[in-house]
């Protein structure tokens, strides 16, 4: 024996010496160099009570312990010196001790035979008491260990075989990648036709547990599927049959299956499937004895004589039914994305391997919209090859991924993102939209599509920064009112008026000077970031992690953004902390004139109903008040966003008939605001009250707005202006939107009318 084995035997004897008799050595076998140690031992039972339903041991049980010379790398082996328990849970051809579930996990090898002895401790005393495999928990299938370097993969689930209900005798249904690997893609009774394009080998599903025996005789087999009730002259017939219709040179699979498989606990028994492969030499012989008679009967009389010494192999099956595996990805954020319907727009840096984790986790459709094309240089960093080099990026991943085999059907569409998506898109079937393409024109043609309406599904858009350093994830949820540039806008806004500006944030809204722009190729290419392919292997899994994380957690009025430090940051940058932001949606009205959508904050109306609460408070129900309003008009959106309003300036005028919203300090704080919100947010109006009328402009407010579009040295282009109506009683808020060349036609008009000019 080697030195490892010398040493499990010194742990053995201490072992026994402390078992006060319990266990005994009775001989050590010698073994040559290279071989296993075989020991005979004797272990005493009656430590192991009885129970209804346990394993009645002897009073002295003889059992050979195998020490491999791979110890302790690899555990020692225990096997009954007798058949008495046969076909019991978890031994295995009669005498082995299934010990371990998981050798890989549950072995220690610096336990030896001390971790060993314990091991099989627990297993006598969970056998006497019928606990090896409890009724509430997943049962563990026999042990493996083939014969045959062939392998079967069961996709399909077999057909419903409650306990005792009869057995089921017909064929597998195959597609055979080569001679040693087949799928199990279906199970058609005898006497149905097999659907086209599958190969078939014969398949019994028993519906009783069968003993865990493994026989190497085709007689031995078939005796038995004789004792578990499968008539024996069905089976003779069924593979005379088989045989007889298979080629010479050609070996003969069987798939042997029974209840022996539990997923969960309260599960009913699934079957547990073996397959058993004829050899092709074995085989030819019965061919050639079919030869010699075209007569049926001799025929089986031929196969019941070859069947006393054909001998049998034990194929590999690599179980993949949905009732036997549970899924390694479930409970996970990605298992949302199962049988789900996803379109992914980009599949450069961020979208290729977003898109091979989507169809990993199981999604059922992906749509693909690239218009680019393969460059050389991308390959640093982006899942292509030489080959794909001067071809659609879209086709290129969809051929890639649908060779994957992993049951989503993905759609390549080589096409820019902002030409008509709906058109080759039927986005009411799509269940997300990525946008991962870091481009303002599809984010701004996203915001479109959502506010016609046109999108129903969440959107969540991905990008990195100049360096790859931080990622940002955003998610607009169905019924959020806005899309990705909205969103955008009011995180920038969260982050600057929140002094939250952390590493993440600034490096997406750096100061003006602090980040060049990158072209690979100097002069002539499109700009983009700077980063490797593991930088954006870790943004596109963390922030698709994130987005669908926020897909199970958010209300479908609601919209997150989330900053990631990536694998690039400066350890220092993780110091502040990943920043998060969760919207609820603004509160929306449209204004008068030209049916701009407006978006007010929530902070702008309670500063709205602060300043006339105070109003009444200290002048009385009847007087005005008002201030300025500060946000972003967008004209390509029709959008007008309300941020802040702010009390009257200083010198401001307010009476009951009229208020005049003065001037003093405006300039400073109108530069405060757009610096602090870095562009974001300015000066876009004034609001004022008609205490006990309608919100209607008078001519003072014609007035005001001819001033401010007209008579200042730094007119703005538009302004809105927003008169609260009643808010002495019901506040009703009514907004209008002017622009400088109206004021000017309604001034030209005055004059004109007045005489004034021609």
């Not at 209804?52 to 059992?63: A, I, M, Q, V, Y």
């Not at 498989?261 to 499937?273: V, Y």
């Not at 820019?416 to 990525?434: K, M, Q």
Request: glycine share 6%; charged share 25%.
């Amino acid at each position: 024996m080697n030195d490892e084995q010398a040493l499990a035997l010194l742990q053995l004897e201490d072992i026994v010496e402390a078992s006060n008799g319990t266990l005994r050595i009775a001989e050590v076998h010698p073994c040559e160099d290279g071989a296993s140690l075989y020991i005979d031992i004797r272990l005493r039972t009656d430590a192991y009570p009885l129970r209804d339903g346990g394993t009645n041991f002897r009073k002295r049980e003889p059992l050979i312990l195998r020490i491999p010379p791979s110890v302790p790398f690899k555990p020692p082996s225990l096997d009954f010196r007798h058949l008495d328990h046969a076909g019991k849970p978890h031994v295995n051809w009669g005498r082995h001790l299934c010990l371990f579930q998981s050798v890989e996990a549950e072995w220690i090898p610096s336990d030896g035979m001390y971790g060993f002895f314990s091991r099989v401790d627990q297993w006598f005393k969970a056998a006497a008491e019928g606990e090896l495999d409890p009724e509430n928990a997943p049962l563990h299938p026999p042990a493996v260990f083939p014969t045959v370097s062939v392998w079967y993969i069961p996709y399909k689930n077999t057909p419903e075989i409650p306990v005792g209900a009869g057995n089921w005798v017909g064929v597998a249904g195959l597609k055979k990648h080569s001679d040693s690997k087949f799928d199990i893609l279906g199970w058609i009774p005898e006497g149905e036709q097999s659907p086209e394009g599958l190969d078939t080998t014969p398949a019994v599903l028993i519906d009783r547990p069968l003993a865990h025996e493994y026989p190497d005789k085709v007689e031995k087999l078939f005796d038995l599927l004789e004792t578990s009730g499968v008539d024996r002259s069905i089976l003779n017939n069924f593979f005379v049959t088989r045989a007889y219709d298979t080629k010479l040179g050609e070996p003969l699979d069987i798939v042997v299956g029974s209840p022996m498989r539990r997923k969960a606990e309260g599960e009913p028994l699934r079957q547990h499937l073996s397959v058993w492969r004829i050899p092709s030499d074995a085989m030819d012989l019965l061919r050639k004895s079919f030869d010699e008679s075209e007569d049926r009967d001799e025929h089986i009389k031929s196969f019941v004589v070859w069947s006393h010494t054909a001998t049998t192999g034990w194929c590999y099956v690599l179980e993949n039914r949905p009732e036997i595996v549970i899924r390694r990805d479930e409970n996970t954020p990605s298992s949302w994305l199962r049988d789900r319907s996803i379109l992914l727009l980009g599949a450069g840096a961020l979208g290729a391997p977003i898109a091979e984790d989507i169809l990993r986790a199981g999604a059922k459709q992906l749509h693909v919209v690239d218009d680019g094309t393969v460059k050389p240089g991308v390959l640093v960093r982006q899942r292509y090859s030489k080959q794909d080099v001067a071809r659609s990026k879209a086709n290129c991943l969809a051929k890639r991924l649908n060779d994957l085999a992993l049951e989503c059907e993905v759609i390549p569409h080589f096409e820019n993102a902002t030409h008509g998506l709906p058109s080759y898109v039927d986005l009411t079937s799509i269940d997300l939209i990525i946008d991962a393409t870091a481009s303002q024109a599809v984010a701004h043609y996203l915001e479109r599509l959502a506010g016609n309406g046109n999108l129903n599904s969440p959107l969540a858009s991905l990008s990195v920064s100049a360096k790859a350093e931080h990622g940002m994830v955003t998610l607009c949820m169905p019924n959020f009112v806005g899309g990705p540039i909205e969103l955008v806008r009011r995180s920038k806004l969260a982050v600057f008026s929140g002094n939250q500006i952390d590493t993440s944030a600034a490096a997406f809204w750096p100061a003006q000077d602090s980040e060049r722009i990158f072209q690979p190729e100097p002069g002539c290419s499109e700009p983009t970031f700077v980063g490797s392919a593991t930088d954006v292997s870790f943004h596109a899994s963390g922030l698709l992690q994130i987005a669908l994380r926020r897909l199970t957690s958010l209300p479908d009025t609601r919209a997150s953004c989330d900053f990631l430090p990536g694998a690039a940051s400066k350890m220092g940058d993780y110091s502040d902390g990943p920043k998060s932001f969760v919207f609820s949606l603004s509160n929306q009205d449209t204004e008068h004139i030209y049916k701009y959508h407006i978006r007010i904050s929530a902070e702008a109306e309670s500063a709205i109903s602060s300043e006339i609460a105070r109003s009444r408070r200290v002048s009385g129900i009847e007087v005005e008040t008002g201030g300025l309003l500060f946000g972003e008009i967008d004209d390509s959106h029709k959008t007008i966003w309300l941020d802040r309003a702010t009390e009257p300036p200083a010198d401001s005028e307010a009476s009951a008939t009229q208020f005049l919203c003065g001037t003093s300090g405006t300039y400073e704080l109108a530069q405060s605001v757009n610096e602090q919100s870095k562009g974001s947010s300015r000066f876009v109006g004034i609001w004022h009250t008609h205490p006990v009328s309608q919100p209607n402009p008078s001519n003072d407010d014609l007035e005001a707005m001819v001033h401010l579009l007209l008579e200042q040295d730094r007119t703005p282009r538009h302004v809105v202006m927003m008169i609260v109506g009643f808010a002495a009683t019901a506040p009703v808020p009514k907004y209008y939107l002017y622009r400088k060349r109206d004021i000017e036609a309604f001034v030209l008009a005055y004059l004109r009318k007045e005489g004034l000019v021609r």
